[in-house]
């Protein structure tokens, strides 16, 4: 064999102890993971929990392993790929029945270290259905939204039209709470809300399901009233003195309604009358002090009955007085 034909063998044999190199490498991972280490305690003794459920979401991926509990604490780990997850962990009897869960949290995991989440659980949520009774409700048929509210937890509730029921399944967790509901018509605005709910404490127990009706609060309105004619204008009015004091007298009304007078005085064409008296007199006389440095050419004077609610009658025929 000649020294020049041995020189593509070698090439051939080159290529062949490459490929063999590059079979044996790791290929790179296209969605890197690190592993996520989940401990737990329940906060309270519980001897009939067994295990807990594990889950980790991201929109419609999830995550999910279960591991022993053991005197009341748990650990579980995942390889999960990098990013953030929502993680919930929920305590099961034998029989699945969850008696504890941790509220929803979101956690990130990093790529390159591993994550190590502790959790304290508490007694698992209960199932609260509420329904909205709008039978005696003047604005039933406009009602078609409420917003339902645990404290300061807030949902919204939608009903397609005024025969649908009015109902809504929410997850609480237990406890005490401030509870109230508050009613719309076509939006959350607040023009359209209907009314201000009241406040009131409901008290949620572990792993129930608890029904509650809910009613708007009413109050009854009783309008009543009466026609009430103004009373006649009083007669025989009249003005005397040279000023600066003038006396008006008047013949007294026989009105059952009657509760008093008013005077009135006019002083120029071109002012309004003016009130002498503020609250309406028992009596039918009054005398009025002018300003003895600036008595006016003339004094126009009229009375006028007050009724017991009020109401000011008719003006007498105007008496003018001149010094």
């Known amino acids: 064999m000649t020294k020049n034909s041995t020189r593509p063998i070698l090439l051939l044999l080159l290529v062949c102890a490459a490929a063999l190199s590059s079979a044996c490498l790791s290929a790179s991972p296209l969605a890197p993971t690190s592993p996520l280490t989940v401990l737990g305690t329940v906060d309270t003794a519980s001897h009939t929990v067994v295990e807990a459920l594990i889950i980790l979401s991201r929109g419609k991926h999830v995550v999910e392993t279960t591991v022993p509990v053991h005197l009341n604490e748990f650990q579980g780990s995942l390889e999960v790929p990098v990013g953030q997850w929502q993680l919930t962990v929920f305590l099961r009897d034998a029989d699945g029945m969850v008696h504890f869960q941790s509220k929803p949290e979101n956690i990130q995991v990093d790529y390159g270290g591993a994550t190590s989440i502790e959790l304290i659980l508490r007694p698992a949520a209960s199932t609260v259905n509420i329904s909205i009774d709008l039978e005696n409700y003047v604005f039933r048929r406009e009602a078609l939204r409420a917003r339902i509210y645990f404290d300061d937890q807030m ?35 607040v023009g359209d809300k209907l009314g201000s709910g009241l406040w009131q404490v409901v008290h949620i127990g572990a792993s129930e399901e608890i029904f509650l009706t809910w009613k708007p609060e009413t109050q009854g309105l009783l309008i009543s009233g009466r026609v009430e ?20 007298t008047w013949m007294p009304l026989d009105h059952w309604n009657l509760q008093g007078y008013i005077v009135l005085a006019q002083k120029s064409a071109l002012d309004r ?11 039918t006389s009054f005398l009025h002090a002018l300003d003895p440095e600036e008595l006016p050419s003339e004094v126009k004077y009229v009375v006028a009955a007050v009724s017991t609610h009020g109401l000011v009658g008719y003006y007498s025929a105007p008496q003018i007085w001149r010094p």
């Open 155 to 189: 949902y919204e509730v939608i009903r397609p039209d005024a025969d649908a029921p009015f109902e809504a399944a929410l997850e609480i967790s237990p406890g005490s709470y401030e509870f109230k509901i508050e009613l719309y018509t076509e939006s959350f605005r």
């Open 229 to 248: 004619t103004l009373l006649p204008a009083p007669t025989g009015v009249t003005v005397t003195g040279s000023g600066p004091e003038v006396e008006i």
């Open 273 to 283: 009358y003016e009130l002498l008296t503020p609250s309406p007199l028992p009596t």
